[in-house]
T-cell receptor, first 112, second 116 residues
Framework: GNSVTQMEGPVTLSEEAFLTINCTYT??????LFWYVQYPGEGLQLLLK?????DKGSNKGFEATYRKETTSFHLEKGSVQVSDSAVYFC???????????FGAGTQVVVTP | EAGVTQFPSHSVIEKGQTVTLRCDPI?????LYWYRRVMGKEIKFLLH????????ESGMPNNRFLAERTGGTYSTLKVQPAELEDSGVYFC??????????????FGSGTRLTVV
């Protein structure tokens, strides 16, 4: 079956540090890949997405590239801010009805 | 436009009691999904409505869970009787198109259910 594996947290880093959250997946077919973010007290928000191999999704300084050969979709940001503290979820869709398959989430804590 | 609204935001009930969660999707969104996150683990799919019909309920854990979407507007998720392992955060999402890949989903803030 399909699955998403992402690095465990919490990840604690200082402001302006470089952030990488690893995400790998197993899936039949060609999934669409997503990163969702949940800020404290809020719902899940779509951060970025990629729908085919080699696509790069980007938003708010975050980037992730769909790597089919390594079945990965790692999230990166060059210089994090305190406001980036949140839980980040990697996810995929394989079926035509849009059922999301999530990873376990990675909590990121950015300190001043 | 108003987002997806869920309530209550937090519910604490005793084992064996009944709880009903409600989700109001964005107006005009035919697709409504329920997910839950248990004990800090991955968020898991529960079910998917298209209008008032259940398109996929393969993620419903057992028959103690009942979801409805009368009239194709808001949805309720009832847990009866609640067990300790039902504790978690229940998310609702809605989308305009069925795949979600084009326009994405809008999620609610979730209902944190604690069964004691």
């Amino acid at each position: 079956g399909n699955s998403v594996t992402q690095m465990e947290g919490p990840v604690t880093l200082s402001e302006e540090a470089f952030l990488t959250i690893n995400c790998t997946y197993t899936a039949t077919g060609y999934p669409s890949l997503f990163w969702y973010v949940q800020y404290p007290g809020e719902g899940l928000q779509l951060l970025l997405k990629a729908t085919k191999a080699d696509d790069k999704g980007s938003n708010k300084g975050f980037e992730a590239t769909y790597r089919k050969e390594t079945t990965s979709f790692h999230l990166e940001k060059g210089s994090v801010q305190v406001s980036d503290s949140a839980v980040y979820f990697c996810a995929l869709i394989t079926d035509s009805w849009g059922k999301l398959q999530f990873g376990a989430g990675t909590q990121v804590v950015v300190t001043p | 436009e108003a987002g997806v609204t869920q309530f209550p935001s937090h519910s604490v009930i005793e084992k064996g009691q009944t709880v009903t969660l409600r989700c109001d999707p964005i107006s005009g969104h035919d697709n409504l999904y329920w997910y839950r996150r248990v004990m800090g683990k991955e968020i898991k799919f529960l079910l998917h409505f298209v209008k008032e019909s259940k398109q996929d309920e393969s993620g419903m854990p057992n028959n103690r869970f009942l979801a409805e979407r009368t009239g194709g507007t808001y949805s309720t998720l009832k847990v009866q009787p609640a067990e300790l392992e039902d504790s978690g955060v229940y998310f609702c999402a809605s989308s305009q198109d069925r795949s979600g890949a084009s326009y994405g989903y809008t999620f609610g803030s979730g209902t944190r259910l604690t069964v004691v």
